[in-house]
């Protein structure tokens, strides 16, 4: 299920137009910040190609509000294990 336009403008704004993923580097995370294209949703073959990832699935739907819904970019996509990331007790959306 695709995230609403509403959503996705919401999540857009918060995010300033940059990746909102961060990956582990040396034992620190490290905010991907990526300038992205909001012309290039959903376009993963282009170099500022970005989607709203979930943030949380749940398995009676998927929650659309911009709170679950991450920019990432297509670099930060492809490394995204199936299933969404994995939210520990202590995180929030």
């Known amino acids: 299920m695709l995230f609403s336009e509403q959503t996705l403008k919401q999540a857009w704004q918060r995010a300033g137009g ?6 582990t580097v040396s034992g620190e995370k490290v905010p991907c910040c990526r300038d992205l294209d909001w012309e290039k949703h959903g376009q993963l073959h282009e170099a500022e190609g970005w989607l709203g990832h979930h943030r949380l699935k749940l398995a009676n739907g998927i929650i659309d509000v911009a709170a679950n819904c ?3 970019c297509r670099e930060c996509h492809h490394r995204t294990q199936p299933g969404g990331n994995v939210l520990t007790f202590n995180q929030t959306i």
Request: with cysteine; proline share 0%; aromatic share 0%.
């Open 18 to 23: 940059k990746c909102e993923s961060t990956r």
């Open 70 to 72: 991450e920019i990432i």
